[in-house]
């Protein structure tokens, strides 16, 4: 029957710094966060047992910040023109930029016509973005 080693001193401070529980707050959030940095900035010099405080912290955070704070998802459509409007871009640029009819990008800027691999592909390679940020190739959103 094996043994479970004794938390070491460092290990019991950062449960007394922050214990690992959930995160109930933005405060107990902000505490985490600081504690996370604090054991990214010494990095490749932390012990066993502060690895493996950094770990379950880190999903502690993340449980926490995508319960409370939540990625909403929005179309393929909705993406672009966001990244087009960000950039000074018209519609007329990309689709020429893209190789697509003015008409055909509009239509699915306007979301009556699907986003088809070619034009995922065309659109961005013209704005200089990896495809994969489209979302899944069978879907029309985007998280």
Same mark, same amino acid.
């Given at each position: 029957?094996?043994?479970?080693?004794?938390?070491?001193?460092?290990?019991?401070?950062?449960?007394?710094?922050?214990?690992?529980?959930?995160?109930?707050?933005?405060?107990?959030?902000?505490? *985490?966060?600081? +504690? %996370?940095?604090?054991?990214?900035? /010494?990095?490749?010099?932390?012990? #066993?047992?502060?690895? &493996?405080?950094?770990?379950?912290?880190?999903?502690?955070?993340?449980?926490?910040?995508?319960?409370?704070?939540?990625?909403?998802?929005?179309?393929? *459509?909705?993406? +672009? %023109?966001?990244?087009?409007?960000? /950039?000074?871009?018209?519609?007329? #640029?990309?689709?020429? &930029?893209?190789?697509?009819?003015?008409?055909?990008?509009?239509?699915?800027?306007?979301?009556?016509?699907?986003?088809?691999?070619?034009?995922?592909?065309?659109?961005?390679?013209?704005?200089?973005?990896?495809?994969?940020?489209?979302?899944?190739? #069978?879907?029309?959103?985007?998280?």
């Amino acid at each position: 029957m094996s043994v479970i080693a004794p938390p070491s001193p460092e290990y019991l401070d950062l449960i007394n710094e922050f214990p690992l529980r959930p995160i109930h707050t933005d405060e107990e959030l902000a505490v *985490a966060t600081q +504690t %996370l940095h604090k054991l990214l900035d /010494r990095s490749g010099k932390l012990s #066993d047992d502060e690895e &493996g405080y950094l770990n379950i912290l880190g999903d502690v955070i993340r449980t926490y910040e995508t319960t409370r704070y939540p990625v909403r998802r929005t179309s393929r *459509a909705k993406f +672009t %023109l966001a990244i087009i409007d960000s /950039r000074g871009l018209s519609m007329d #640029d990309v689709a020429r &930029g893209s190789g697509i009819d003015t008409a055909t990008l509009g239509a699915i800027l306007a979301g009556t016509q699907p986003f088809t691999a070619d034009c995922v592909a065309g659109v961005a390679g013209y704005l200089g973005i990896d495809p994969v940020l489209f979302g899944e190739r #069978d879907s029309d959103s985007w998280a």
